[in-house]
């Protein structure tokens, strides 16, 4: 079996085997392997491309900008998605507007460990895609599976433009596949995790078995949910977001992240001015609680949304 964090392991030395450009450069990357061993013995693999960086994650970014525009395809790891934001300035200014300013492409993966663990507390918990959605010129993705875990990075590093990957810490070792796929998705491409015809759930990441898990609740009631899984936030498959909503006629969008001005708040938006007719009832959302995230284990369970608080979110939206 092949868990959520090896597909990661894997898809990097693919593409450093595949690709003379590729070069990994983080925190403790190197003889270490990475907080979460996602480099593991790489360094050893493919000497002189693995290195370690200084503990500043806008030196980190800003080398890997330098070092895109002169050629290389660097895959960049924070040790933390929160951590990410001392290096905001490199990643939103920079690589985000180099190629509208200069015509010169910014071809960086940034590898942001997401989403919350028990125990994580506000500083290790963060799930950031929504604020680096904001800004034009960056890709922003979600994998919710092993086999988009593995194929979304590989097909990241082809990309022209500065990819930030969300990849969620809670999956990597308790999801696990048989194989990995040769065929995928587009980055941009929404995928059907579930067939249904009663309401449609709209969610990304770790959120995506949650979600499932509430499905496969409310089915022994009679209640089929469809489930639409993200994949990427920016670009956003509206379209397959509206095919879903036109089949249901109902929406709930579900994501980790805090309510206020996140994907939720989007993808209901673009519902809203694109496909009000399609609507039988208002759409709602679950996020996690608009607060810092909490250290205790019994907090953090109730503060992000899990398979039951969504199901009883379903059970409001079936029965309006």
Known sequence: MITYLEAIRLAQQKALATDPRVFLYGQDIASFGGAFKATKNLSKEFPGRV?????SEDAIVGMAIGAAIEGMRPIVEMQFADFSTCGLNQIVN?????YYRT???CPIVVRLPSGGTSGGGPFHSQSMEALYAHYPGLVVVTPATVEDAYTMLFDAVALDDPVIFCEHKFLYNHLKAESLPETSLPIGKARLARTGRDATIVTHGAMLHESL???????????ELEIVDLRSV???DTDTILASVARTGR???????????GVTSEVIARVSAEGFGLLDVAPMRVNAKDTP???HPDLWSVHRPTASTIAAAARRLLLS
């Not at 290195?51 to 503990?55: H, R, V």
């Not at 920079?94 to 180099?98: C, F, G, M, S």
């Not at 929406?251 to 309510?259: F, K, Q, Y």
């Open 103 to 105: 015509g010169v492409p």
């Open 51 to 55: 290195f370690d960086a200084t503990l």
């Open 234 to 236: 920016k670009p956003l």
């Open 251 to 261: 929406l709930l969008c579900v994501s980790e992240e805090w309510p206020w001005g």
């Open 94 to 98: 920079h690589a985000a507007t180099l």
């Open 293 to 295: 995230v909490p250290y």
């Open 213 to 223: 898990a509430a499905a496969t609740e409310l089915a022994e009631e009679g209640f």
